[in-house]
């Protein structure tokens, strides 16, 4: 019954390969962020989608690519990963826009090696 | 988080007050946030405040607004080792059509007994 599910929890991988990052949410809510968070604690927002469309795009390597099927979903797509794609991503939700309060998963620690 | 600032760290004895301060830039924000992250753990939110209020409390918890200086507090009291955590302020501020959050770096909080 976890409100914000991401999976796999831990993800260690090499350079140069490709991965994926999946995030659910059973809360009925509207908008969904990926977050970046790096080995300081820094925390940034690197998409937001609201039902489905992509409203927010931060300065991301476009190797990058989230995919939001349905609007309970949000997936996270990294293309050739490099060492410094390394972090806790971090996916969370929220009513709207305007809502008071973001949901956050739990976290996938990436690590490339 | 370069618009959000507060200081990176700060140590109290278990049973004494916390202060955690935040700066931000924009005088529109509608929202300010206090989040909680534990080791490990996702984002909580632990408390907000509406740009119209100067304070609020919530049971240990009061939050102190200064709108002309754009300064918000967080005030922990009887400060407890489980509040041991990282302590993010954020504001809601409009983005054209779009509103985002924007993020402080973090407050590491650390109680010692």
């Known amino acids: 019954d976890t409100a914000v599910s991401q999976t796999p929890k831990y993800l260690v991988t090499q350079m140069g390969n490709d991965k994926s990052i999946k995030c659910e949410q059973n809360l009925g809510h509207d908008t969904m962020y990926w977050y970046k968070q790096d080995s300081k604690k820094f925390l940034k927002i690197m998409f937001s989608y609201n039902n489905k469309e992509l409203i927010i795009n931060e300065t991301v390597p476009n190797r990058f690519s989230p995919k939001s099927p349905d609007k309970a979903h949000l997936n996270l797509h990294i293309n050739s990963l490099e060492l410094g794609d390394s972090a806790v991503y971090f996916c969370?939700?929220?009513?709207?826009?305007?809502?008071?309060?973001?949901?956050f998963g739990q976290g996938t620690r990436l690590t490339v090696v | 988080g370069e618009d959000v600032e507060q200081s990176l760290f700060l140590s109290v004895r278990e049973g004494d007050s916390s202060v955690i301060n935040c700066t931000y830039t924009d005088s529109s924000s509608t929202y300010l946030y206090w989040y909680k992250q534990e080791p490990g753990a996702g984002l909580q939110l632990l408390t907000y405040?509406?740009?119209n209020m100067d304070m609020k409390q919530d049971q240990r918890l009061t939050v102190l607004l200064n709108k002309k200086d754009k300064h918000l507090s967080l005030r922990i009291a009887d400060t407890q080792t489980g509040d041991s955590a990282i302590y993010f302020c954020a504001e809601k501020r409009n983005a054209g059509n779009n509103r985002k959050l924007i993020w402080g770096l973090g407050t590491s909080l650390a109680v010692n007994p």
């Open positions: 405040i509406f740009s």
């Open positions: 969370a939700s929220s009513r709207g826009q305007g809502a008071s309060e973001a949901f």
